[in-house]
């Protein structure tokens, strides 16, 4: 019913810049709250930032500054800048979407496959 796709990941050297974006699509009234998180082997999943329906945005303290979460609403699409990376940034990252289901209005949770991103000389 409803698919949400990243893309973006990649090895990019220390300092460098990726931008990840994450789409969802099917049967969808309207997105509600998105986020990234990202997971490393041995540790568990957690949030990097996330974005509301109203635009407000909230990030984990080791990336404040150097991370950016925005929105397309009019493609249910979220993105996340990311710039003057560094090797513990190193995680397969994941999209979450907060959707509101097209006819029956059930609100739904749905996670993308992750992107690895690979920080390293």
């Known amino acids: 019913q409803v698919q949400v796709v990243e893309s973006g990941g990649g090895l990019v050297q220390p300092g460098g810049s990726l931008r990840l974006s994450c789409a969802a699509s099917?049967?969808?009234?309207?997105?509600?709250?998105m986020g990234w998180y990202r997971q490393v082997p041995g540790k568990e999943r957690e949030l990097v930032a996330a974005i509301d329906a109203g635009g407000k945005t909230n990030y984990t303290d080791s990336v404040k500054g150097r991370f950016t979460i925005s929105r397309d609403d009019a493609k249910n699409t979220v993105f996340l800048q990311m710039n003057n990376l560094k090797p513990e940034d190193t995680a397969v990252y994941y999209c979450n979407a907060q959707v509101v289901l097209r006819y029956s209005g059930f609100n739904l949770v749905e996670w993308g496959q992750g992107t690895q991103v690979t920080v390293s000389s």
């Open positions: 099917g049967s969808i009234f309207r997105v509600k709250d």
